[in-house]
């Protein structure tokens, strides 16, 4: 039977020779994942269970990155629970703060995830390891709990769409503009329960931080997961970092889909042919071009997070902010995904870019993102953020509206103090 990359992954880890969609399945993990909203739920689970000891301490990761540094007393109590557990069952790959950073930026960065990979994690964004060649997607914290006792998981094998991208991306167009441009085009539901994979010469265009950030929002469109296709730029990519966490003695395995694979639907996506886009309140799905966007005057631009907060998307930001001021009255907070990432943009002068520009530089946190700490709306405001989600009150107050968009129009949208193109600077 001819299978799509994700059901050989899937295939290969149940330890049978073929899978079909729709089948059911027990898998082996090599990654389970929780941060410090998820995990504490996860660990009582654990405890309820009668499980002591987790399956593999160096397979469980904890990252304490939604509410820290700790916002409050409650934020402190549960990472307080994450890091009594960490320490309990000795994990290895706990990263507290002033080591962590967003969890889907730091995994990769630290070669915690390679191609091949089977990935749950305890947050829906953990799809982002799709733009390795992995199979990761996110689940509840009940099996979480399951994953850490038992390093197994059951899944009900998804079927596929195909996205066959083409083309060669113009100047500020990027991998958010692609899956925007994708999610606009299909819906918030349009892959439910569907594997979203990428292939196609376009991809040659694209960079591993474009490939992250379509991964990321593979959830947005209602999919179990996204996949790309493993090409020289991810073979360099792990090769650069699978080396950094030799504990896991992580073993690249890539899976090609079988000539013959059967897909429920094939895009054929001219990647030439996208012009920067923005999805407006209060759902992914409701995309305009930049050109269609017209006179929004905004509040406040937020740039970072799981999606866009990689080095390639501070150095986007620094290169429109060089020698400009942020316009008046206007706030911009920027994240970076890591520490790494955060020292990279203090070594290659972005950080004082950011800072001479107005903007607020902070530790990697996701913050805002949901609406944590760091950059809540009030009643009435607008935000350009590139983060994931618009929902009704995502980044704070109801009557909040959030706009989301790439790196380069959130940066020129906090010039210009309404959402604009970089062309118009």
Partial sequence: MSMTMTQKILAAKAGLPEVKAGQFIEVDLDVVLGNDITSPVAILEFDKMGATKVFDKHKVVLVPDHFTPNKDIKAAEQCKA????????????????GQMGIEHALLPELGLVVAGDVVIGADSHTCTYGALGAFSTGVGSTDMAA?????????????????????????????????????GMIGVDGALYKSMEFVGSGLTHLSMDDRFTMANMAIEAGAKNGIFLVDDKTREYLRKHKTKNRAMNKKIKVFRPDKKAVYDETF????????PTVAFPHLPENTRTIDE????????????????????????????????????????????????????????????IF????????????????????????????????????????????????YLASPAVAAASAITGRISSPEEL
Avoid at 82 to 97: C, D, G, K, P, T
Avoid at 268 to 275: A, E, G, K, P, Q
Avoid at 359 to 376: D, K, Q, W, Y
């Fill in 355 to 402: 800072v001479k520009a107005g903007a607020v530089f902070s530790t990697p946190t996701c913050g805002p993102c949901l609406g944590g700490h760091m950059g809540i709306l009030a009643a009435g405001e607008r935000a350009v953020s590139t983060t994931n989600r618009n929902f009704v009150g995502r980044m704070g107050h109801v009557e909040s509206e959030i």
């Fill in 293 to 352: 966007v017209g006179d929004i005057p905004i509040d406040q631009v937020v740039i970072g997070s799981c999606t866009n907060g990689r080095l390639e998307d501070m150095r986007i930001t620094a290169k429109i902010l060089k020698g400009r001021k942020v316009a008046k009255n206007m706030r911009l907070i920027i994240f970076p995904g890591t520490q790494q990432v955060y020292l990279d943009c203090v070594k290659n002068g972005y950080a004082e």
């Fill in 82 to 97: 994450l890091r009594e557990f960490a320490v309990s069952q000795e994990i290895s790959n706990y990263f507290e703060v």
């Fill in 147 to 183: 994953g850490m006792a038992t390093g197994k998981a059951w899944f009900k094998v998804p079927s596929a769409i195909r996205f066959e991208l083409t083309g060669k991306p113009g100047k500020w167009v990027s991998g958010k503009d692609v899956i925007l441009h994708i999610i």
């Fill in 268 to 275: 054929v996506i001219d990647l030439s042919t996208i012009r």
